[in-house]
């Protein structure tokens, strides 16, 4: 995740330059859309697992 997020900040730095070529540009934006999109996915896992943990966590405070 770290790493993925890290090149998403490099990319965007990059598409902020005026000098690309477009078809430079299109490339990195492909790849930088690819990254968010796996980002995302990663998010949603570690929050479903959170979402879990927290209710174990919940049901074993009502047992005592």
Same mark, same amino acid.
């Given at each position: +995740?770290?790493?993925? *997020? /890290?090149? $998403? !900040?490099? @990319?965007? &730095?990059?598409?902020?330059?005026? !000098? $690309?070529?477009?078809?430079?540009? *299109?490339?990195? +934006? &492909?790849?930088? &859309?690819? $990254?968010?999109?796996?980002?995302?996915?990663? $998010? /949603?896992? +570690?929050? &479903?697992?959170?979402?879990? *943990? *927290? /209710?174990? /966590?919940?049901?074993?405070? !009502?047992? @005592?």
């Amino acid at each position: +995740f770290h790493e993925a *997020m /890290k090149r $998403l !900040d490099e @990319i965007v &730095t990059r598409l902020n330059a005026s !000098d $690309l070529e477009l078809e430079e540009a *299109m490339d990195l +934006f &492909t790849e930088g &859309t690819r $990254l968010a999109n796996q980002c995302e996915t990663q $998010l /949603k896992d +570690f929050e &479903t697992k959170v979402d879990a *943990m *927290m /209710k174990q /966590k919940d049901a074993a405070n !009502d047992g @005592i």
